[in-house]
């Protein structure tokens, strides 16, 4: 599809990833003066953890922490926001200086007539899994991402729109416009701060599992959807067949320190979201029983053992117990075959749900970025931390620096220290050139 190409602009930097890390750090910037171009792959700002029910230990609302945080970097007079954009060609054009091409894809909606009223949404017929609730309902070809989505704009999934023109009907403001093309957007930037994240383990990797095999096992996002206060469905249900479940079993280190799949290190959160996701179900379910599998318990953090304990107070069982296979019976309960580690022992337990505590893995789109230059990434394929203790956020290429989890396995609030850390360096970098 043909591109369109506007004029370059100039800004101090560049942020790519506009989640609790790179929002962090392009505030902290911004307040400092400098002018910062963010640039975010998904529809909407806040990443992962606006998708999120509670965050560990404090269970504090996660939505409560992020929307605040967008909604300020949205209206900061000193940051420019491309959602929906992907960062491309990033060249060093001279020792201060990089130029990239920001890649804007079309929404089909002109953003500034869209009211976010979802008149479009209301009236297309076209019903696909919805990607923001982790496929466990359906949505619309013309929708809004999700009701707390910063920018509220409506977007067509046009590879999934059949074209009927209902939507542009249907628009009051005349904003649907299946004209639009990719849009080439060429900026220089002083530095650029790489905050891209993570991407979540794929458990179709695990067969003996049997996710998306079998109905009843669902990965930890997928019941942290169910937790939030927009989750889908009014209750805690299990998805083969809506009863509400009375036994739920998590099985930790789903995707995590396994060579075999490829991610042989601790994704470092696994632990402390299944306990938080235990005690919050045994809120939601008063009467179910929650078992956690676990080969070790990490709880390294402020207040993490304290919180695992409370877990324990609270009725939670832990089996320390490696899992073999999960199978399925005719009901669509699940029995789970594993060994016993204390008693040395094969055993088989029944539960009605099981919960996959999936890992984290790199990123690993982010050195095609860079064509002209060595991004050195770790044997993980994080990017690589030169110099970890004096200077955590620099990478291999002057000018690019690093924040939150794109450069290894991190909580929320590591994140957060993460992206502080880097606008200070980014900050001090550009005060030093010439």
């Known amino acids: 599809m043909p591109e369109n ?57 996660s939505a409560c922490i992020t929307t605040p945080k967008v909604s300020e970097t949205a209206r900061h007079s000193n940051i420019k926001i491309y959602t929906y954009s992907e960062a491309k060609d990033i060249k060093k054009v001279s020792n201060n ?27 297309c017929p076209v019903i696909v899994e919805d990607q923001y609730q982790y496929d466990l309902v359906g949505r619309k070809a013309a929708y809004i991402p999700f009701s707390i989505a910063n920018p ?45 994240g993570y991407d979540l383990f794929d458990a179709q990797k695990l067969p003996n599992y049997g996710f998306n095999k079998y109905k009843n096992v669902v990965t930890a996002m997928q019941m942290e959807r169910q937790l939030v206060p927009t989750r889908p469905f009014n209750a805690v249900l ?39 996701q235990a005690q919050l ?28 304990m409370q877990a324990r107070g609270m009725g939670v069982d832990f089996v320390k117990g490696k899992i073999a296979k999960i199978s399925e019976k005719e009901n669509g309960n699940l029995i789970i075959r594993y060994e016993d580690v204390y008693k040395g022992k ?20 982010i050195t095609g970025m860079f064509p002209d230059l060595n991004l050195d990434t770790d044997p993980y394929h994080y990017i690589k931390q030169i110099d970890e203790l004096r200077n955590p956020s620099r990478t291999s290429i002057p000018g690019v620096f690093v924040a939150g ?30």
């Open 346 to 365: 094969v055993k088989e337990s029944e539960h009605d749900m099981v919960v996959l505590s999936t890992g984290i893995m790199a990123n690993q789109g």
């Open 405 to 434: 989890a794109v450069s290894g396995p991190m909580d929320i609030p590591d994140s957060i220290l993460s992206a502080g850390a880097a606008s200070s360096e980014t900050a001090s970098y550009m005060r030093r050139l010439p």
């Open 281 to 308: 179900l045994m809120g939601a379910l008063p009467m179910a029983d929650v078992t956690i599998y676990y080969l070790h318990i990490r709880a390294f953090g402020k207040g993490f053992n304290e919180f695992y």
């Open 238 to 276: 299990r998805p083969g067949d809506g009863k509400m479940p009375s036994n739920i079993a998590y099985v930790l280190c789903a995707g995590s320190r396994d060579a075999t799949v490829g991610n042989p290190i601790c994704s470092q959160i696994c632990c402390m979201y299944s306990i938080k």
């Open 5 to 61: 190409t506007v004029p370059a602009s100039q800004y101090d930097a560049l942020v790519i990833g506009g989640g609790i890390a790179g929002e962090e750090a392009a505030l902290n910037l911004a307040n400092m003066g400098f002018y910062v171009v963010l640039v975010e792959k998904d529809l909407s700002l806040g990443g992962k953890m606006i998708h999120l029910s509670k965050v560990f230990p404090t269970l504090d609302c």
């Open 97 to 123: 200086r990089f130029s990239v091409n920001i890649i804007r894809k079309p929404r089909y909606v002109i953003e500034e007539e869209c009211t976010g009223c979802e008149a479009c949404e209301k009236v």
């Open 152 to 196: 509220r704009i409506a977007t067509i999934d046009i590879d999934n729109c059949i074209l009927c023109g209902a939507c542009e009907k249907a628009c009051l403001a005349e904003a649907i416009d299946f004209t639009q093309k990719p849009e080439v957007i060429p900026v220089e930037v002083k530095s650029v701060i790489l905050a891209t």
